[in-house]
């Protein structure tokens, strides 16, 4: 682990420079041993070693048989779910920001499959159009009904700033939704969905450094040409 490189000593432990130093080396049981060093992100994680007693000696430093390639590669299959794990780590990570950044909106957002299911959304939603229960993986459509929703997931388009209203529990809601298609190159996952409150849309028109730079008089004059639904 000091040094990042494989040892292997075998038989006469005196000629190796971690054994020829120790005190205890004439009451040691071992005959040999190996070690291979194990890697994460370019770093010594740790090592995987094969302690061979005296009587094994002969069969496992038999010339058929190679220790150290042994290990090497149960050093592999280690690195590989070593590094598969801090990966999964990061992206949960990085997840778990996205989550927090897209909680802190005043927008609703919303993301769904190619098939409208959705697959996302932040708390503005939950505040906004207060879902009954999670709602992961079932139809946008069904859990806030409007026909414009329905039509953009039956025929997928982007769309912005389109004035809409909806009516929930008794509450009108009076915003703009904005739709834009998700793809993997020429195939087409899905779509992020964001629903913004006219009040909201009216505080960024009287402040639009406060908020996002695409706010400004232009981006109203095209949003009230849309008549709402």
């Not at 190996?34 to 094994?56: E, I």
């Amino acid at each position: 682990m000091v040094t990042g490189k494989q040892v292997v000593v075998e038989g006469d432990r005196r000629t190796s420079p971690v054994c020829g130093s120790c005190n205890k080396q004439q009451r040691c049981r071992l005959g040999g041993f190996a070690g291979v060093p194990l890697f994460v992100d370019g770093q010594v994680a740790g090592a995987v070693c094969m302690l061979v007693p005296q009587h094994r000696l002969d069969y496992v430093f038999a010339p058929e048989r190679d220790p150290a390639a042994f290990l090497g590669g149960v050093v592999d299959m280690l690195e590989s779910k070593l590094q598969a794990r801090h990966t999964t780590r990061q992206l949960t990570a990085v997840q778990r920001e996205r989550e927090n950044l897209m909680d802190s909106l005043r927008d609703a957002y919303v993301t769904t499959d190619a098939a409208g299911a959705i697959t996302y959304y932040n708390r503005r939603f939950i505040e906004l159009f207060h879902p009954a229960q999670p709602v992961v993986g079932k139809l946008f459509y069904n859990v806030v009904y409007h026909p414009l929703l329905e039509d953009l997931v039956l025929h997928p388009r982007d769309l912005r700033n389109h004035m809409i209203f909806h009516e929930i529990d008794g509450e009108n809601l009076f915003g703009f939704l904005t739709c834009a298609q998700l793809a993997a190159g020429p195939v087409r996952t899905g779509a992020t969905f964001r629903f913004r409150l006219l009040d909201d849309a009216r505080n960024a028109l009287m402040s639009p450094k406060a908020y996002q730079s695409d706010i400004n008089f232009s981006w109203a004059e095209d949003s009230l040409r849309f008549p709402p639904h």
